[in-house]
């Protein structure tokens, strides 16, 4: 209560700071004897899409200052189990870390979210009342007897669910019943110094990935264009080498080095991309007529991975929802996107203008624009908002200053 009443207290700027980014929390997992095995400190904010009566929606929210450890959440058994982290807020939300080790290093080996649709406060007319489920491997890790930290923001994405850490103090398999001094930093936080003796040469990594070129495509076929999209394509291949490991790798489309193709039907459109490493990358958009909607409803990969123990790499999901507008209009968002197709592979589309079937004059429709380029500007708006009510409490304040002071005055 006394660390609420403190918050209470703090200055206005802490309050419009806390527009950008939710309140971190600390959760502890404790064994039978009161001994801490898990320790995590941070603050989540998750980005939802869920189905309502009048088409897809999105949502935004963070994790509660309320939320709680579950008594289900475990140390784990040697040999048995390994230890979790389970959160609980809302009603019948859930934010699950299942950890595993090796001899040397630790990791967040799946988190798991589970949702309420009944939830209306959160998910306003949503068509379903299910409790869902999503999960996905992440990149949380590090050395045995040091904490994760990571100051930067960590996106997991998961399906349809985006989980995004930020400013995370991690650790399990405690020591000392408390975070360690020493910490293992995120490769989102990038190199940081060390005092070790410096490693002897080795080639230099290769530099992360730029964005890759935004190009425009177009696909006819004999009633004239059905198809057009401006977008740059970046792929994510998760698969295992020939050496057992597992490796994730980024691929640029580069669209000097990539023939475009694809067919136009009354209900299927198909943009088809080939280069030399990709045999195929093809994007399927279907249209619903009932509500007079187009979507980018299916992703194939085909490509070749010379150091991975199976080179030939496929991946398909026909069932996506994304990239979604209304027939006759165009789609775009200048965030970047990522569909994430399947466990193994996602694709981030940058800067993205498209338009599936009814196409005039080879130009695109109306904008309707992306549900992050519209949450890009509530921040803005709402700190702007903060800082003119604040200006007007300060001129009130002066206003009923002046005239108190001059009331204390007779007049001669």
């Not at 669209?255 to 088809?272: D, H, I, M, R």
């Not at 800067?351 to 890009?376: R, T, Y």
Request: aromatic share 8%; net charge neutral; with cysteine.
């Amino acid at each position: 209560m006394a660390a609420l009443g403190g918050a209470r207290r703090r200055p206005l700027l802490l309050l419009l700071l806390g527009l950008v980014h939710g309140t971190a929390a600390v959760f502890v997992v404790k064994d039978a004897n009161g001994t801490a095995c898990i320790m995590a400190n941070f603050s989540a904010a998750f980005t939802a899409s869920y189905d309502t009566r009048s088409g897809p929606k999105n949502v935004t929210f963070d994790l509660p200052s309320d939320a709680a450890v579950l008594n289900s959440s475990s140390c784990g058994k040697e040999n048995a189990s390994d230890p979790s982290l389970m959160i609980a807020f809302g009603r019948g939300h859930g934010l699950i870390l299942n950890f595993t080790r090796n001899a040397t290093r630790y990791s967040v080996q799946l988190m798991s979210f589970i949702y309420n649709l009944s939830d209306t406060q959160i998910f306003p007319n949503a068509s379903s009342k299910a409790i869902k489920t999503v999960e996905s491997a992440t990149d949380i890790r590090a050395d045995i007897n040091k904490k994760y930290r990571c100051v930067s923001n960590n996106q997991i994405h998961m399906h349809n669910v985006t989980v995004t850490l930020h400013d995370a103090t991690i650790q399990a398999y405690l020591a000392n019943n408390s975070f360690s001094k020493e910490e293992t930093h995120c490769e989102q936080d990038g190199p940081f110094p060390t005092t070790a003796p410096p490693p002897p040469p080795h080639p230099s990594p290769s530099p992360a990935p730029e964005n890759p070129p935004v190009y425009k495509y177009n696909v006819s076929g004999s009633n004239g264009t059905c198809l057009l999209a401006n977008m740059g394509l970046q792929l994510n291949v998760t698969y295992e080498k020939k050496d057992n490991t597992t490796m994730t790798r980024v691929f640029s489309i580069n669209p000097n080095k990539t023939t475009a193709g694809g067919s136009c039907g009354p209900q299927l459109v198909t943009l088809e991309l080939r280069s030399e490493s990709v045999s195929l990358l093809a994007f399927h958009f279907g249209m619903n007529a009932s509500t007079s909607r187009y979507f980018l409803q299916g992703i194939q990969l085909n490509m070749t991975l010379p150091d991975a123990r199976d080179p030939t790499f496929k991946a398909a999901n026909s069932s996506l929802k994304a990239l979604q507008a209304t027939i006759g209009n165009s789609y775009k968002c200048n965030a970047e996107e990522r569909v994430q197709v399947t466990e193994a592979f996602s694709i981030n589309i940058f800067k993205v203008w498209v338009q599936a079937f009814q196409v005039q004059g080879d130009k695109f429709g109306s904008v309707e624009e992306c549900q992050l380029d519209e949450n890009g500007m509530l921040i803005p708006i709402a700190v702007g908002g903060a800082l003119a009510g604040l200006v007007l409490i300060v001129l009130i304040a002066y206003l009923v200053g002046r005239k108190r002071s001059h009331a204390g005055y007779q007049t001669i």
